[in-house]
């Protein structure tokens, strides 16, 4: 009982009108900034040659280690490519991983995490005593070790980052679906003789989704670091793809000599994991009520 | 010279003003006590006057002094060495009013050597004098250990014990009962009795008037940041001047409210005693009940009855296991021994698939509505829900919805609204709506109303009421507030430590406790002096004094 | 004695999980067999199958699967995790060879975060400052920044740029710099976030109310009553410190073409010297259970609430 904080009743009913979009006007400098940088993103990843018209691939010896200048914004590389032209290139890797990985992890572990929760007992026992020794072992390093296995290349370091994530996802999805199993609400459907089936359609599985969908954004972002450092550590694409991680790899030998090697490709990516996260919390505070 | 001068004070938060125009004096051995209900003000003022209004709270007096001292011309560090050394203070729950990972003794000590220079040796002896003198037994055992390892009683000593541990004048406690079982509640009230005897100014902050009753010297009645009646608790008591006073009085449940509204603006139910589908009988019936949670037996071999129409009462502290019982009527768990029926028929024994479409008959108000309702749905979703179960067609969803929700006194634009949006009495009105949507024969009701302000408590009751006359309701009515249960119930039941202690007519059984605990709890029980609720204007002059009910609340 | 009976399960428990995990790694083996002749000869070799089949039972690969399984048990059981195909050397001395290096710099880098989160925590909690905006963009920064190019930048500015650090590890303190700098920025975040979450929650709880009511200063109530609050979630995160610690010193090894369980780990990789790659999972597996284990015995240590009631 404090005074402090007085009863937010709200008499006034919510309408559609110009009012309900006043609430864009409340969106945080930061968030508005980060969501132009995702559009830029998904732009230079689905129409990269409107952008960096450069061919990313085009070798020019002559114009090798080119500071940045106006011909060539961020400079060229050790083999005189546009670095410019490759990391806008370079986006639509990321971002298909980070997308891909997440999507597939999420709904496996939403499976894994349902199945768990609701069946519960000696399945939920088992299930969650494989995912907590899965979870002993770091993402990167489980996928890493899942690549050792399966082989290098795009598709295989999407599928290693998805694998290593799901462990993750079910053991929220899990926990989420006791919560609202044990919640008022259900047992108040209980209460009123609803079947069950309907009680965990209609509100076991949504309250399990949502907060679900919102983490996974976050998981977009860790999942792009992965596919970095994987390339990064020659488990990645082959060169000369233009990928970030990988363009740092190639890179390394030269930065003495041409310091824009090693940051451009670095700077989109922590812009695309900067604004990702962004998003993702920004979504997650909306969702917790808080913003 | 008053120990404390307020005069004209007010505090406000942007875009808000918590409180205006306070003024009162405290003095040495005198007991001031500020009611209110949540919202009017009355914690924002405890905390203005040790300086903890917050950053963002803008505090202004006429006048506001300690003794000599201008408490508004205070330093930060000059009001630190105000602060438990000059006033102290005394929150709600101890358990997180403790650090929970620091022992008691070194709460204590804390509170010691902030403002007093003393050898490790010599804290340690006043740390064990303190703890005696709040009547901590084995204080050299207790000194050692954690909040948590204490009864709820023992830590609110404990916490005033570091409230007054470097001997403040002046003593504010903020709710210091309000999370105690009445007769705990009743040894925290006489410590700080004590303490005013050996005077300590003392200013109680309480929504209870009952609790403030005893000890108090001069009320003041706050409501929304202002003060609507001030003045000594023997006048107050028999005279109420503000209507907000005498409508806070009359909403008191107790044995003397029985039979009548609470609130006086609720047209008296219209269809009084028509009996919906009365029939004589038993509606639910359990026998020997035994349920162990863990190592401890919640439910110990309960009997009980509810018979057809009545408002049966089950009183008891929290953690006599009145919700378990609850739970074990409800089917939703299972007793280990024993059996419940409904109607003479199997029901705890039910498979959940055999029990289902017996389901609608019990509907439960739960002390936690909001909680009970899916947070993605509107109130129109949740009483739709309710009423495809009920098997009523989809066509007449809207309609029914409609008549359900102003049957519990809203109205239809709230079908639209989130339960977030609603305030507390609200939302347990839409969960009775939802009952009701079953068509049931048996509401239990889970302590409904513990989490309302005096006066929604009022209308939520009142409208239990209405309905069950309209509806012809059999009610089990769990609470564990002596004047809610005497004010509803028919009959009544004890609970203690998981079983039953007593049980038989309500008035018989609080007024002629026979059972050693129902007495105590009685004797517990904070009176409140007799008040004429709707006292008018003539009869404002004939004073009837102070005398003092037996039973009441 | 409680405390003694308790550990007694959790080791049990935990050798339970190593046991799960060696069995998985087992299982997955078997399906995606791998050939050490192979690995040893390259693919296009000439091996004679009498010398295939010499090599295949050198590492035991005749012998039916439960006997293997039962073998393979047994070994681990007594810390022997086998032997690499392409070094011909056991995997736990390649492992011992390695790990000091990893040791040294995961725990300086540790030690540096902690430091660092808690300074962060004790100042910014609770309240709207400047400070605190710098801080959590950092934090944002740091958990958002691929832990490579944090050292690549490093290493271009600090070493190439202005040669403050010498580029190649040579054994001294100043090659730990920049790499330790790297790996702490990288847990720094995540730790400095969470522990400030939780002592501003802290912060908002009654019991700091009544300390305010005695009087204590701003400072004497972080320090006293919020900080050990934040101390819990710091020790739950351990295991995701330390995951991220791993994954963190893999790619700083690499960056800074430093030795360590990095280098070895991406060598076996590369050239599917699966014994090596199950060995050092088993060791990360081994690793994560102890921590587990010590953070149990933290808990009991910061909070009464969690020992044994001694009423």
């Known amino acids: 009982m404090t005074d402090l904080a007085p009863e937010v009743t709200d008499s006034a009913p919510r309408r559609w009108g110009p009012r309900a979009f006043s609430g864009l006007r409340r969106v945080p400098f930061g968030v508005a900034l980060a969501t132009l940088v995702v559009i830029f993103l998904v732009l230079c990843a689905l129409f990269p040659e409107l952008i960096a018209p450069k061919d990313p691939y085009q070798l020019s010896l002559l114009h090798s280690l080119r500071a940045p200048s106006l011909a060539f914004p961020f400079g060229t590389d050790q083999l005189g490519r546009d670095i410019f032209s490759r990391v806008v290139h370079g986006a639509s890797y990321s971002l298909s991983i980070g997308l891909g990985a997440t999507l597939i992890a999420v709904t496996v572990g939403l499976l894994v995490g349902l199945i768990a929760g609701s069946a519960g007992g000696a399945v939920d026992l088992a299930f969650m005593r494989i995912i907590d020794v899965l979870l002993a072992f770091p993402a990167l390093f489980m996928s890493m070790a899942v690549v050792a296995l399966i082989g290098k290349g795009s598709l295989n370091v999407l599928l290693a980052i998805a694998i290593a994530e799901i462990p993750r996802y079910a053991r929220i999805v899990r926990s989420q679906v006791l919560v609202v199993r044990q919640s008022g609400y259900v047992e108040a459907a209980l209460i009123l003789g609803q079947r069950r089936w309907v009680t965990l359609l209609r509100h076991v599985l949504p309250n399990t989704i949502g907060p679900l969908i919102v983490l996974s954004t976050l998981g977009i972002g860790s999942a792009i670091l992965s596919s970095a450092a994987l390339s990064y550590l020659g488990l990645g694409p082959k060169p000369p793809t233009p990928e970030w991680g990988l363009m740092l790899a190639e890179g390394q030998g030269y930065l003495r000599k041409a310091w824009w090697i090693g940051v451009f490709p670095g700077i989109f990516a922590t812009l695309t994991v900067v604004s990702t996260t962004v998003l993702g919390r920004y979504l997650k505070a909306l969702s917790d009520g808080r913003a | ?553 | 004695m409680h405390i003694a009976r308790e550990l007694f399960i959790r080791i049990l428990a935990g050798a339970a999980v190593l046991w799960a995990a060696a069995s998985l790694a087992f299982a997955i083996l078997q399906l995606f067999p791998s050939d050490p002749v192979q690995v040893i000869y390259g693919a296009d070799s000439s091996v004679t199958p009498e010398l295939r089949d010499a090599i295949r039972a050198d590492f035991g690969l005749d012998q039916p699967v439960l006997v293997q399984y039962q073998r393979f048990v047994t070994r681990i059981a007594q810390g022997d995790l086998g032997i690499s195909y392409q070094q011909r050397r056991t995997v736990t001395s390649i492992i011992g060879s390695e790990i000091g290096s990893t040791l040294t710099l995961a725990s300086l880098a540790v030690l540096a975060a902690v430091v660092m989160a808690f300074l962060a925590s004790l100042l910014t909690a609770g309240r709207k400052s400047w400070l605190r905006r710098v801080l959590s963009s950092f934090e944002l920064l740091s958990v958002s920044t691929p832990v490579l190019w944090v050292g690549i930048l490093l290493l271009t500015f600090f070493s190439f740029q202005w040669q403050l650090f010498p580029v190649v590890a040579d054994g001294g303190w100043r090659s730990l710099v920049l790499p330790v700098a790297t790996l702490a920025v990288a847990v720094f975040g995540s730790l400095s976030q969470v522990m400030r979450e939780e002592m501003d929650r802290a912060l908002e709880q009654p019991f700091i109310l009544t300390a305010r009511t005695r009087g204590l200063s701003e400072w004497a109530i972080r320090w006293r009553h919020a900080l050990g609050h934040a101390l819990i979630p710091a020790i739950t995160i351990s295991t995701e410190t330390f995951g991220g610690l791993l994954a963190g010193s893999i790619v700083t090894e690499q960056v800074f073409g430093r030795p360590g369980l990095g280098r070895i780990t991406l060598e076996a990789i590369t050239n599917h010297d699966i014994p090596v790659v199950m060995g050092i999972v088993l060791f990360v597996a081994f690793v994560f259970v102890v921590l587990n284990i010590l953070a149990d015995l933290l808990y009991r240590l910061v909070d009464p609430r969690l020992r044994v009631s001694t009423r």
């Open chain 2, 1 to 553: 010279m008053h120990l404390l001068t307020v005069e004209d004070l007010s505090v406000s938060f942007p875009g808000s003003v918590a409180v205006r125009g306070l003024s009162f004096s405290v003095d040495a051995g005198q007991c001031v006590a500020i009611v209110g209900e949540s919202g009017s003000g009355k914690s924002v003022t405890a905390r203005t006057l040790v300086g903890l209004a917050g950053d963002n709270a803008t505090v202004t007096a006429r006048n506001l002094r300690l003794g000599d001292k201008d408490l508004r011309q205070l330093s930060p560090s000059q009001w630190r060495s105000v602060r438990g050394r000059h006033i102290g203070f005394v929150l709600q729950d101890a358990l997180v009013s403790l650090d929970p990972l620091k022992t008691i003794g070194s709460e204590i000590a804390e509170a010691l050597t902030q403002h007093v220079d003393l050898s490790r040796k010599e804290a340690r002896q006043k740390v064990l004098d303190l703890l005696a003198s709040v009547g901590i037994p084995d204080p050299q055992e207790r000194v050692g250990q954690y909040a948590h390892q204490l009864s709820g009683g023992l830590r609110q000593r404990a916490l005033i014990a570091s409230a007054i541990a470097a001997d403040p004048a002046l003593l504010i406690a903020d709710e210091p009962t309000t999370a105690l079982d009445v007769i705990v509640q009743a040894q925290v009230l006489s410590l700080l009795r004590d303490m005013k005897a050996k005077g300590t100014g003392l200013i109680l902050i309480s929504h209870d008037l009952a609790v403030v009753a005893s000890l108090a010297d001069h009320i003041i009645v706050l409501k929304d940041g202002a003060v609507v009646e001030a003045g000594s608790p023997d006048r107050i008591f028999s005279d109420p001047q503000a209507p907000y006073t005498r409508a806070l009085l009359a909403a008191i449940p107790s044995a003397t409210t029985k039979g009548r509204k609470l609130t006086a603006d609720t047209p008296p139910s219209t269809s009084s005693d028509a009996p919906g589908r009365r029939e004589d009988g038993i509606a639910l019936e359990a026998r020997a009940l035994i349920k162990r949670l863990g190592s401890r037996l919640a439910v110990d071999h309960v009997t009980l009855t509810l018979r057809t129409g009545e408002t049966l009462g089950l009183v008891g502290a929290s953690g006599s296991g009145k919700t378990t019982l609850a739970r074990l009527l409800l089917g939703l768990q299972q007793p280990d021994r024993g059996e419940v029926t409904l109607r003479g028929q199997s029901w705890s024994g039910l498979s959940e698939r055999q029990r289902r479409p017996l389901r609608p008959r019990i509907q439960l108000v739960s002390q936690d509505p909001l909680g009970s309702f899916d947070p993605r749905y509107r109130v129109m979703d949740i009483i739709a829900e309710a009423l495809e179960i009920a098997g009523a067609p989809k066509s007449d969803w809207r309609a029914r919805a409609a008549e359900l929700i102003l049957s519990v006194g809203l109205s239809e634009a709230h079908l639209y609204r989130r339960p977030r949006q609603l305030s507390g009495g609200q939302r347990q009105r839409v969960a009775i709506a939802r009952a009701l949507a079953m068509e049931p024969e048996i509401l239990i009701c889970d302590e409904p109303v513990s989490a309302l302000d005096v006066s929604t408590q009022a209308q939520v009751l009142d409208l239990l009421d209405d309905l069950k006359k309209q509806f012809g309701l059999t009610v089990l009515f769990i609470s564990h507030d002596l004047g809610v249960v005497h004010h509803v119930s028919d009959r009544v039941m004890v609970m203690h430590a998981g079983k039953i202690v007593e049980e038989g007519p309500v008035d018989e059984i609080f007024l002629n406790p026979r059972a050693a605990y129902t007495r105590e709890l009685l004797a517990a029980l904070p009176r409140l002096p007799t008040h004429r609720p709707f006292a008018t204007h003539e009869s404002r002059n004939d004073r009837t004094g102070r005398d003092t009910l037996s039973v009441s609340a």
